[in-house]
């Protein structure tokens, strides 16, 4: 099987000829996206010229490296499934595919498809925890929780950090990232005590950030390779709501 | 090189009470006068950084991903051992520690193994404190499943993806921390090299991975936290970036290396699908507690659909040879016999590189037993990963699976303290040897890096900031700058290479050799063969290989020729250790020491030790040395599933 791949080239941050150029590879049904960028780096770098910079680690779908726009889709074509785990078989022979960073303020480009997404850190360190000092725990089994409960803020905890949500969103928000933790955390006991600061300055962070707010596309939720929610940005304002009653 | 573990005495049970009592403590006030830096953010590091920085250390943390979050220990699958007993089915700490020691196959240190399975319990109750969603009963209780090589239902876990939820919750409590303002945080920064001054760890050299920048480091301790070596092999489950450098650089700067060849093979794996494979991918081996494994009982069958085989054809080999344990025998043992099928032509799916290296894991009878809907909450989403990767669907089929190289026990040599045989330097995680022998059972690896890193350095590293520290040190002192133009010159020549093959070729290559003679199964003649033609793949790299772009810009190809470069020389000295043991044990199976039914034949004569490598310079042999194991509580015993 072959296909022309339209990728984005850019040598550095400030980089004023980026754009798209095409290559042609060949490659097979079976191998994954990834391994396809693989074997057009090989064939760049045999002929001396530059291979294509773009972040993955893990490739089985859990680390959030990968981060890909695939044909103006962020982590490509098949829902609940990051970029690494993206196979060929979902490209028809002869395809144009398109392949582009993430695209947001918020997640500047270094180089070719590698944006800096640390802003998502710098959210995390705003209140995405409970203060537990080590050492500090009761047993384990000292709170009952639910099974119900534990399920649902698992399935916000399941958020793997990619950032597609902010890449699908025209807004470039944060806001499914952030309330999936903020979800998680406000549903299980041990999150109650911050339970108010947590939303607040986690959604301060998110502004200065750059992030943009939420203007209910749904976007964030349809790209998910975890499915989180849209509940999540709803737990989230209501969080920052119930956070501003508090304090009034 | 002088090798005191530092065991405390007294008995077993006692010790590490009694230890923590005479480690030497440094004053609330004076800790932040201390300054460490902790390399690697998985379960081990960022753990480690956290608590380390709580207790009022200054922390510079370091990690070669975007983000701390997305370390390696984020794959893990299974769970986390530990020995709460919370299903009253007769654990306990002793059990748990009996069952490592055995399942390591006496090549551990008991001391290591008794604190690990102490430890376990409080790890459980700090990941719940922290708001990990463990899976629950109905009644609001932990739930816990038996794992490979258990007997009891001990392993804690959070769907399939327990190491991702423990590794947000290391990495929330590491991010509260850089809030705090206690630990600086360096992503996208690489360990290229330790800076040694005096036989003492003051610092260390690193690129910036995103500028290119490398520069030096000073600190009162440097903490190791740099994962495995599998992608020595090229395919392993391993994330694409994990490598041995940062530990490999160590032990050159005289830090033991203690049983590389203990590599770790896991048995449920996705199998090979052609030859551009770039990775293997796991399937959590919580799936052969209701998956049944078997292969056609005829090679005539092996090339035709598995609903065709009735079953009465069908081969349930593990059921067959280990009656007691069946299909959970530990992952030694399960991975060898899937290759003896293998290679007795009874493996199954599509030839690849000319045999069918594949064996079923089927799910139909829990399916009917149990239900698809039980199954589904289970295993829904490695199922969900199988289908996405191999367009196939377990609930309808099947699995194929294979062994592929997940872990390895080896790694730099630790006392007690976990400190390495550079004073200063310490070791977590799977980046040290010390705590699964010559084989981790499931489930432990999660059980031991959050040991390390919540539990055990945050009480030892005082011992040595308030006993062995030689004092302030800067990066004026020209250890550094000699370092640091070491670490260039290297940069310099691989940028400078004129060959025309990517370094990806040249890796491949020397996976190949590692997984046909230092894999597993292994013999003297194989892993002699493996020695020399690594050292001709190292000779060639230099003419062959082509490292594009420059120094001072993201370039990952040459952060992986450098990686590349160290894996080329530590590869042989696996093979080297996977000699000279001339015996089989754990992972560690040489041909020519086994049963008449494919067993292991351990040496306990010649072998009850770990051997500990140390380095001699560029063209001299490392030399082999040796600490004994004693075993005072567990009798030596051949391991038996049967």
């Known amino acids: 099987m072959r296909v022309k791949l339209r990728i984005w080239r850019q040598s550095g941050p400030t980089d004023t000829k980026a754009g798209l150029r095409d290559y042609t590879v060949e490659t097979d049904e079976h191998m994954s996206f990834l391994e396809t960028l693989d074997v057009l780096n090989a064939d760049l770098i045999r002929k001396g010229e530059s291979p294509v910079a773009f972040d993955h680690d893990c490739r089985e779908g859990i680390c959030g490296a990968c981060s890909l726009v695939i044909d103006g889709v962020p982590h490509g074509p098949r829902a609940a499934t990051t970029t690494c785990q993206i196979h060929m078989r979902e490209f028809r022979d002869q395809a144009v595919i398109t392949v582009e960073p993430w695209r947001a303020k918020a997640f500047p480009v270094i180089k070719d498809l590698t944006v800096d997404r640390s802003a998502f850190d710098r959210i995390i360190a705003a209140g995405g925890y409970v203060s537990v000092r080590t050492g ?51 549903l299980l006991p041990q999150g109650q005590v911050e339970r108010g600061s947590r939303a607040t300055r986690m959604v301060a962070q998110m502004d200065a950030q750059g992030f943009g707010g939420c203007s209910n596309h749904g976007e964030c939720e349809a790209v998910c390779p975890k499915s989180i929610s849209l509940d999540a940005i709803a737990m989230l304002n209501v969080e920052t709501m119930r956070a501003a009653l508090e304090r009034a | 090189m002088k090798l005191d573990a530092r065991i405390p005495s007294g008995p077993l049970a006692e010790k590490w009470d009694r230890h923590r009592f005479e480690l030497k403590l440094v004053n609330p006030a004076n800790k932040r006068r201390f300054r460490i830096a902790v390399v690697g953010t998985g379960l081990a590091g960022a753990s480690a950084a956290a608590s380390l920085a709580e207790l009022g250390y200054d922390v510079d943390c370091f990690c070669i991903q975007d983000s701390p979050r997305r370390a390696h220990s984020i794959a893990a699958q299974g769970g986390i051992n530990a020995a709460k007993n919370y299903q009253n089915d007769g654990d306990s700490i002793w059990r748990l520690f009996y069952d490592t020691v055995k399942g390591g196959d006496f090549r551990a240190r008991e001391a290591n193994v008794y604190r690990l399975a102490q430890v376990s319990v409080d790890i459980i109750d700090h990941c719940v404190a922290q708001g990990v969603p463990f899976a629950r009963e109905y009644g609001g209780a932990l739930d816990n499943r038996s794992f490979g090589g258990a007997q009891v239902s001990r392993t804690f876990y959070a769907r399939g993806q327990t190491g991702q939820q423990l590794l947000l919750g290391a990495y929330s409590a590491l991010m509260r921390m850089v809030d705090v303002g206690k630990v600086s945080l360096y992503p996208r920064h690489e360990m290229l090299d330790l800076v040694v001054v005096d036989g003492h760890a003051r610092g260390l050299i690193t690129r910036n991975l995103t500028t290119g920048e490398i520069r030096p480091w000073a600190a009162d301790a440097v903490v190791l936290c740099t994962g495995g070596y599998g992608n020595v092999f090229y395919l392993s489950t391993n994330a694409k970036a994990s490598n041995v450098t940062a530990a490999y650089r160590c032990y050159k700067r005289g830090a033991g290396f203690a049983n590389p060849c203990f590599t770790q093979i896991h048995p449920t794996c996705i199998p090979q699908g052609g030859p551009y494979q770039s990775k293997l991918t796991l399937m959590s081996e919580s799936l052969r507690n209701d998956g049944r494994v078997w292969v056609p009982r005829r090679a005539s069958d092996s090339g035709r659909p598995a609903a065709e085989i009735a079953e ?40 690849v590189l000319g045999q069918r290296n594949a064996v079923y894991l089927d799910f139909a009878a829990s399916i009917e037993r149990l239900g698809a809907g039980v199954i589904k909450e289970r295993y829904g989403n490695l199922f969900d990963m199988y289908e996405r990767i191999t367009g196939e669907s377990p609930y309808t089929a099947p699995m194929r699976i294979y062994p592929a190289v997940h872990y390895t026990m080896g790694g730099l040599w630790v006392d007690y303290n976990l400190m390495s045989t550079i ?42 900031l308030a006993s062995q520290h030689r004092g302030p040190i800067t990066t004026a002192h020209p250890a550094f700058a000699e370092v640091e133009a070491q670490c260039r010159a290297q940069t310099a020549r691989l940028l400078g290479l004129r060959g025309k093959r990517p370094v990806d070729d040249l890796h491949r290559e020397l996976g190949r050799i590692m997984w046909d003679h230092c894999g597993m199964a292994r013999n003297a003649a194989g892993l002699a063969q493996a020695i020399g033609e690594i050292a001709a793949l190292r000779e060639r790299f230099w003419h062959e290989a082509a490292v594009p772009g420059s120094a001072d810009e993201l370039n990952p190809w040459l952060e992986h020729a450098g990686r590349v470069v160290d894996f080329l020389e530590f590869g042989e000295l696996m093979c080297s250790d996977a000699l000279v043991r001339d015996e089989s044990c754990g992972g560690h199976f040489r041909e020519d020491h086994q049963t008449p039914e494919g067993e292991a034949i351990r040496d306990d004569e010649r072998f009850c030790h770990a051997a500990v490598w140390e380095y001699a310079g560029p063209s001299a042999a490392p030399v082999r040395h040796v600490e004994p194991l004693t075993f005072e509580n567990v009798k030596l015993a051949t391991r038996s599933y049967k």
């Open chain 2, 423 to 464: 004073p200063g330097l310490h070791v977590l995680g799977e980046a040290n040897f010390s705590d699964h022998g010559a084989n981790r059972l499931g489930a432990s690896a999660l059980m031991q890096g959050l040991a390390d890193g919540y539990f055990v350095i945050p009480a030892t590293i005082g011992q040595f």
């Open chain 2, 312 to 351: 009465a054809d069908r081969y349930y080999y593990l059921e067959e040879r280990y009656p007691s344990f069946g299909n959970l025998v530990p992952r030694d043992v399960a991975s060898r016999a899937a290759k003896k099928v293998c290679d007795d032509g009874l493996g199954v799916g599509p030839e």
């Open chain 1, 136 to 186: 500090a725990a009761p047993d384990a089994n000292a709170i009952p929780i639910g099974k119900r409960t534990a399920e649902r803020a698992f399935d916000f905890a399941a958020c793997i950090g990619c950032g597609a949500c902010v890449a699908a969103c025209p807004n470039a928000s944060a806001m499914l990232f952030v309330g999936a933790k903020v979800a998680q955390l406000a």
